[in-house]
């Protein structure tokens, strides 16, 4: 019985026992209690019916998509069945094509073993043919053979003619390069010939130098004229009687030739160049000959070998050479142009010979004369080397180096009164006022007159009076005033103590 069915059944049953049981208490009870239970199998029943009907549409879906997958399926056999029956209809087909051709290959082999029905008769055909072939191959060899002795002696011949043309060649070099070795042979030859008269012309020159070079080498002054200072009459009498001793000789040498003797400066033979630069020396210690020297390059021949030389004597009497002509002023700014000063620096860093150094100061101190070069000096390095070459004891340098500093401090105290410089003296900052305030009491004559006056000079300066004051200059000063050997130096140093209130206030406060 379905469930449907049933559950008519069981509602006309609830209905009966409801019109019967209604009646009494007991059966409403009952009666209720059974229509509860029968609603909820009715309730359960009901699920069981929906569960039932859901899965009746599930199978009926799977049913449904079976049937269409089944379709496919067929459809795809169907499609396969199409396709194999094209492939056999092409594999017949090639079948066919390839027996046909296997039927024209046997046909066409047929014909073939038709054409060899005579197999001995072709045989011996094929024997004559090869014999044939062998005989020409062995023909053919030989050409070849002779072919290739025919090029190699083609080639040899070539190589023979193109060595031919070398050797031909060869010979013409050979020709030119006898020509040109004959040519340049005679142009030696007269090339020694001029080089022996030159050498016996040098070597008569030098005679002639020698004769007019001083023996003692102290005799290279550097023309210690002061300038414009006049601090000493024995200047100009050394240089009077300089002048009288090298007057003829001097002369003699100048009708030799200026320019041959500034030529041997650069002779490789160090003899020659000393008895040069000596006689150079000597020339630039007469004024007369200064100009001729530096038109004709002796500057920057001398200058050339303070750059180069390490020869003792060379830079020795070079430095004095430099040293007389920095006496004019016009050579004075060619030296300082031409970097003078700092080659002279240089000069006195590297040598502890006294007389060099004398030399080396001397040219310095000429310098420290003209106003115009003192900051270009001193930026150079040249009041740093005067101050340096202190370090040799020797009295000889040490008073050039007075004399140097006096000459810088008289030239700035002319600026400062003349109103081209202000500020303190370059002096100050390398020491140059310590170093004099220190040796103002030393025993040589000549040192202590140039410490003297350059120490009134700075005093002229009242932008120095700071520095006089705190170093000692004061007292220095007035000792100078009271105890100078010069009347003139002890008249100076009154002045500027008097002229000078700072100082003068110094010396009333002492």
């Known amino acids: 019985m379905l469930a449907s069915e049933q559950t008519a059944e069981a509602w006309k049953l609830t209905k009966i026992i409801s019109l019967v049981m209604f009646r009494t208490p007991f059966f409403r009870k009952v009666l209720a209690d059974m229509t509860q239970m029968y609603e909820k199998k009715m ?90 072939h062998q005989n020409s191959r062995q023909r053919q060899k030989g050409i070849d053979e002779l072919a290739l002795k025919l090029q190699e002696m083609y080639q040899l011949h070539e190589n023979t003619l193109s060595e031919l043309q070398s050797l031909k060649s060869e ?71 300089m002048g009288s001793y090298r007057s003829n000789p001097l002369r003699e040498t100048l009708s030799v030739g200026l320019q041959k003797i500034l030529q041997l400066l650069t002779s490789e033979d160090s003899d020659v160049q000393i008895h040069a630069v000596k006689v150079v020396a000597n020339l630039a210690a007469e004024d007369i000959n200064q100009k001729r020297i530096v038109e004709e390059g002796g500057l920057d021949a001398l ?52 007389q060099t150094l004398r030399m080396v100061a001397g040219a310095l101190a000429n310098l420290c004369g003209n106003e115009k070069l003192l900051t270009m000096l001193k930026e150079d390095g040249g009041i740093k080397a005067l101050l340096g070459m202190v370090r ?40 140059s006022l310590k170093w004099l305030i220190a040796n103002s009491n030393t025993t040589s004559v000549s040192t202590r007159r140039h410490i003297e006056l350059a120490l009134c000079h700075l005093a002229q300066n009242k932008d120095n009076a700071k520095d006089f004051i705190s170093g000692g200059g004061v007292k220095v000063l007035i000792q100078i005033s009271e105890e100078s050997s010069r009347e003139d130096i002890r008249n100076l140093a009154k002045k500027m103590l008097r002229l000078n209130p700072s100082l003068q206030a110094e010396m009333h406060a002492q």
Do not use: W
């Open 171 to 241: 010979n013409k070099d050979l020709l030119l390069e006898k020509a040109q070795i004959n040519d340049e042979l005679h142009s030696v030859r007269h090339r020694l010939l001029d080089e022996e008269k030159q050498r016996k012309a040098i070597e008569n020159e030098l005679v002639k130098l020698k004769r007019a070079v001083p023996e003692n080498e102290n005799d290279f002054e550097d023309k210690k004229s002061y300038m414009k200072e006049d601090l000493s009459k024995g200047s100009s009498e050394f240089g009077n009687r």
């Open 43 to 132: 309730a359960e029943l009901i699920k069981q019916i929906d569960d039932e009907r859901a899965r009746s549409e599930c199978a009926e879906e799977q049913l449904a998509l079976m049937k269409k997958l089944l379709s496919e399926h067929q459809k795809s056999i169907q499609k396969h069945q199409m396709e194999n029956s094209t492939y056999q209809k092409v594999l017949a087909d090639t079948t066919q094509m390839y027996e046909k051709k296997i039927s024209e290959l046997v046909k066409q082999l047929q014909d073939e073993h038709a054409h060899f029905e005579c197999p001995e008769e072709q045989l011996g055909l094929a024997k004559k043919l090869l014999s044939d």
């Open 392 to 431: 040799s004891g020797s009295s000889e340098v040490i008073a050039q180096v007075a004399r140097g500093l006096a000459n810088f401090a008289k030239c700035e105290s002319r600026g400062v009164i003349q109103g081209h410089r202000i500020g303190c003296s370059l002096l100050i900052d390398d020491g």
């Open 303 to 354: 200058l050339m070998l303070l750059r180069s030389s390490e020869n003792a004597t060379i830079l020795r009497v070079a430095s004095g050479a430099i040293a007389n002509l920095a006496m004019n002023e016009m050579n004075q700014g060619l030296i300082m142009d031409k970097g003078g000063a700092l080659l002279l620096a240089k000069t006195a860093s590297k040598t502890d010979d006294p």
